[in-house]
């Protein structure tokens, strides 16, 4: 069946550092992607949604300048975490959607940790 | 912000049937019930939806009330790789670009 995944699945970095998620549509082409993150005992919090070829929107409190999302292909988003510190180390997880109403996916997650 | 409330925590024995109720009294017509559950460190998975009649799949079975005001998710026999995270959404079924937004959830311990 249709998958969605991520890369890296885990990173560490330094703070100050930028890091990059990237989330694919395996055999789907993926029109709009959801971007999720997760602190650790708390549910997911939805950060943006982008629709390929168009900007993203960011949900209120999400600082756009800071999580660089990027939806330039129907089978990628990619997500960067521009100048990180330890407080935005997290579970980040895509949702990717497609043409076909059973074309909704999540992906594994990718867990930050920013020293 | 979510429009359902679930109980913070159950458990439930091994080989047991678990039975997770979840509330969403101010459902409207056209949303569907959707839950999803969540294993430690993964993303969410999809279980099963439905809107006014009961559904089973090879997962779980959902019991929805005739007012739609309450449903019940029901995993007949219950393994320890059941332990998760289990999301109770009312959305709009088939709408592929609508955001879900996730409640806090049930934790589910299957206990050996």
């Known amino acids: 069946g249709a998958v969605v995944s991520q890369h890296p699945s885990w990173v560490i970095c330094k703070s100050g550092t930028s890091v990059k998620i990237e989330c694919r549509s395996l055999?789907?082409?993926?029109?709009?992607m959801f971007w999720y993150r997760q602190f650790p005992k708390q549910s997911l919090m939805l950060m943006a949604t982008?629709?390929?070829?168009?900007?993203?929107?960011?949900e209120q409190g999400v600082e756009k300048d800071k999580f660089l999302i990027n939806h330039a292909s129907l089978t990628l988003s990619t997500l960067t975490v521009t100048s990180a510190h330890p407080e935005d180390s997290s579970f980040y997880i895509c949702?990717?959607?497609?043409?076909?109403?059973?074309?909704?996916?999540f992906g594994p997650g990718t867990r930050l940790t920013v020293l | 912000d979510a429009k359902t409330t679930q109980p913070p925590s159950m458990d439930c024995a091994e080989g047991r049937a678990a039975n997770l109720p979840c509330n969403h009294s101010?459902?409207?017509?056209?949303?569907?019930v959707y839950w999803y559950r969540q294993i430690h460190s993964q993303g969410p998975q999809y279980i099963i939806h439905?809107?006014?009649n009961n559904e089973t799949n090879e997962m779980a079975s959902l019991i929805i009330t005739e007012d739609r005001k309450s449903s019940t998710l029901i995993l007949p026999h219950a393994t320890l790789r059941d332990t998760a995270v289990y999301y109770c959404?009312?959305?709009?079924?088939?709408?592929?670009?609508?955001?879900?937004?996730f409640g806090k959830g049930t934790r589910l311990h299957i206990l050996p």
């Open positions: 439905g809107l006014k």
């Open positions: 101010t459902i409207s017509g056209n949303e569907y």
């Open positions: 949702r990717a959607t497609g043409q076909g109403a059973n074309e909704q996916f």
């Open positions: 055999d789907f082409q993926a029109t709009t």
């Open positions: 982008s629709n390929e070829g168009s900007k993203a929107t960011y």
């Open positions: 959404i009312v959305r709009v079924a088939g709408f592929r670009d609508d955001k879900i937004i």
